[in-house]
């Protein structure tokens, strides 16, 4: 039995098919390694290959965060109008399971573990279900079976392997799918697991290669400072250069920074989210406190770890000043990479249903909603200067000056650095060129 499984391209998106976010899709990987070994499996990702729609499968799976939903309903309706049974699962179906079953045989919503063989099974007997979900809470993480990275060899992906150690965040901030998503208990998997699964991964190779990069996709590596201290004990020995993402409370703890440091860690994505202490208290990140952030970007440098900062612009305190405040911030506080989003209502979300019942959702369009578009009225300034500032923070934000008064004897690791914001800037440019002159009220309903 053939199974295709198919990462679709958000062909609108900042971080779509660029070369410098040429990133492996970990998700696909994960249902790939649940399959039982009759099914004979390949992956098309449309963010590095073209996916011939005439290929033949017995069964097609197809991913999708929301702005690359529309182009997945499209590639799912082309292979079904071929007879070809399609099922669906990810981030945005399982939030709205109807709206894609107009497109496909079979959601499966939530996490594929414990739902996915269930599922082959039904569709080898002809009793595909329209609907797959856990009904007893979230799936354990134990005994996962380690993701087969030869699925992806060729496929000229940026040279990162990425690993998962944990599900779930008890923070559920306004804007962010991971706690209606993966639940707000964080559930840790087995360090034994883990690190198997890091002794098995086959080195990069290539000249000005890092010849052992991981990316933890953990929303935060630190979320259990038990299971984080074990994990980065365990993983000492084996030379990686990882990143990763944590939170500011990490700039607390200079054992879990030390370990963190002799684990091989170069840089880690900090959320901040924003500047003013009424965002962050409507968001309930109130962990996060403006007036420390240099001093947690300062310690975290201290340690050689570079930091990407994450700022969503757009909230409800939000005015036009916020751009220059902002711009001017990551000047000072030196930081190695700065990450900005448009605030963008994702279904599932607190700042969704608020948007919602306040009516103010200006665009339906799905492949708009990729933190580079405003698809909401903001409170305090118009939509199109939203926009434009969003670009304009960019664009200063990653001038060459700006760069080298970002990265000049901050004690990061250059090497990683510099490269990875000579590409970001290039990735800009090209945003800011292609960028249409702003227009909303234009979306469809898919
Ligand atoms: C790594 C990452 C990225 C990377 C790499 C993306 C990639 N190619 O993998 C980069 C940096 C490129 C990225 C980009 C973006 N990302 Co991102 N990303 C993540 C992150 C941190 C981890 C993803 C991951 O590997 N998870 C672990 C895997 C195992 O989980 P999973 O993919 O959900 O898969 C499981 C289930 O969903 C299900 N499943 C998934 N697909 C399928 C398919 C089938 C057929 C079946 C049966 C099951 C199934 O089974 C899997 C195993 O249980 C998540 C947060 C998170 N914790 O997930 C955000 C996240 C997925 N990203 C998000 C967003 C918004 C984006 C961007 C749109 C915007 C942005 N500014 O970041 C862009 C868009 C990219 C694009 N394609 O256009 C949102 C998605 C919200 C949504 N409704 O879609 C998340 C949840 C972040 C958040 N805090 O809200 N991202």
Redesign the pocket.
Known sequence: MKLL?ISPL?SK?F??GDFY?R??????L??ASLTPPDWDVSIVDE?VESLDLKLEADLV???A????VNRAYEIADSFRSRGMKV??????V?KLPDEALKHCDSV?I????QL?DTALEDFKKGELKRIYRHENGFPSLANFPAPDWRLYEGKRYLPVH?I?TTRGCPHNCEF???TN??GGKFRNRPVDEVEKEIQNLKPFEGMFVLKNGVFF?D?NIISNRVHAKELLNRIIPYNLKWTG?ASVNIAKNDEILELCKKSGCIGLIVGFESLSQGNLANMGKTFNTPDNYIDVIKKLHDYGIGVTGAFVFGFDHDDESVFDRTIEFVIKAKLDVCYF?ILTP??GTRVYSQMLQEGRIIDHDWSNY??NNVVFMPKLMKPEKLFDGFHYALKESFSYTAIFKRLWGNGTYKNFFYPMNFGFRQTVRKTIKNKQDFYYGQGSDS
């Open positions: 499984l958000a998106s971080l779509g976010f990133l492996p899709y970990l998700g696909l994960k249902v963010k799976g197809i991913t965060m929301t702005p690359a099922i669906m699962g990810g981030m945005h399982s499966v939530g996490e594929a573990e996915w990425f998962e962010c799918s991971v998503s993966f996709v929303d993402q989003s994702y279904p990729n933190t």
